[in-house]
């Protein structure tokens, strides 16, 4: 028998030969969900047979599209550290985003035909890392916006391309889709919360399977409503304020429908697709959420028969999770 077990933001589950168990850690509005109880192994056999909550697209691409390795990489590549401080991005000097990427990428650093896209082009400093770091990939895309971004076609490497648009606008995100599917997807753009929020739920789809999508610069949820970046004011943001506000607010409710399997919710879903999320990963000021691969998702728990929650405050909170959602 195979499984996978893991550790996320808040909830944690553990597994022995015969039995699983549940330890909650209350990071929203959740709390209170969880009732204390245990349930043999048999209950949690995977079903192949079982078709999935959601439909998402990318599971519907050939078996190629998503090779998740391991790849074979020559040898002498400058580690992405230096590559990041060379082209002083503010990924290294401020953030020190390196420490992520360093093993967020180099599974996929030399895959043949990798796709790529940064929202957020400013200088083109980060754009010409990734043509650096990746060694054979088949797009480099950058979506630059505004002035800020002027001439920063000359500045990139050859595998590299530039489009202008607004990532909270439905247009620019469909020209993204359709240049996909991506297997990393990196959000360092507006850093306007609302626009992270839109552009996770708009693109999500368009991730290859066992694809990466990261978005960097959270602080600006936190930030004192009015606070301008990047010419754009934020609204109702703060550590009190709600996933209709706060892109990490909206993913903390993502994250929850990790646990769906397990406790028997199969009408435990906020964003379209999030069936497919397999992992969210925090850092600081940066977060990852990662598609399962095929293979994952083939071993999916089986849905349990026994329900672990209170149905009518679940539903409750599903409807109001999905009320602040974005219209994409």
């Known amino acids: 028998m195979r499984f996978l077990a893991g550790y996320v933001l808040g909830f944690s589950f553990g597994i022995s030969a015969t039995m699983i168990s549940f330890r909650f850690s209350p990071i929203s509005d959740l709390k209170g969900f969880m ?10 056999e995977p079903n192949l047979a079982e078709k999935p909550v959601d439909a998402d697209p990318a599971f519907d691409a050939p078996d190629d599209e998503d090779d998740v390795g391991p790849f074979d ?8 550290t230096n590559l990041i401080k060379r082209s002083g991005s503010d990924k290294f000097f401020t953030h020190h985003y390196d420490r992520y990427y360093d093993y967020w990428l180099k599974g996929k650093r030399c895959k043949p035909g990798l796709k790529i896209v940064e929202i957020g082009a400013e200088h083109g400093r980060s754009l010409k890392v990734w043509d650096d770091y990746f060694t054979s990939p088949k797009t480099v895309l950058g979506l630059a916006y505004g002035n800020s971004a002027g001439g920063v076609e000359k500045k990139l490497g050859p595998k590299t391309t530039v489009i202008w648009g607004d990532q909270s ?25 609302s626009h992270m929020i839109y552009s996770l739920f708009s693109l999500w789809k368009s991730l290859k399977p066992g694809g990466l999508y990261v978005i960097e610069d959270l602080e600006t949820n ?11 004011r934020v609204t109702n943001t703060g550590i009190g304020t709600t996933a209709k506000w706060s892109a990490v607010k909206k993913i903390e409710q993502i994250t929850q429908v990790l646990v769906r399997h ?7 879903t ?18 990852r959420l990662r598609k399962c691969t095929r293979e994952e ?7 349990s028969p026994t329900v672990f929650f209170d149905k009518k405050k679940m539903d409750a909170w599903i ?3 999905k009320s602040t959602n974005p219209t994409v």
């Open 222 to 232: 936190y930030w004192f409503h009015g606070k301008v970046v990047y010419a754009y």
């Open 297 to 303: 998702r083939a071993f999916h728990p089986k849905m």
């Open 169 to 193: 606008k439905n247009e620019t995100m469909q020209e993204l889709i359709a240049r996909g599917p991506w297997d990393i997807i990196i959000d360092d753009g507006s850093h306007e919360p």
């Open 270 to 287: 906020v964003m379209p697709g999030d069936e497919s999320l397999c992992a969210v990963e925090w850092g600081m000021n940066i977060v």
């Open 73 to 80: 990489c020559p040898g002498g590549l400058t580690n992405i």
């Open 262 to 268: 397990q406790i028997g919710a199969k009408n435990l």
């Open 35 to 44: 009732v204390p109880t245990t349930a043999t192994m048999a209950e949690f």
């Open 319 to 321: 409807e109001e999770a």
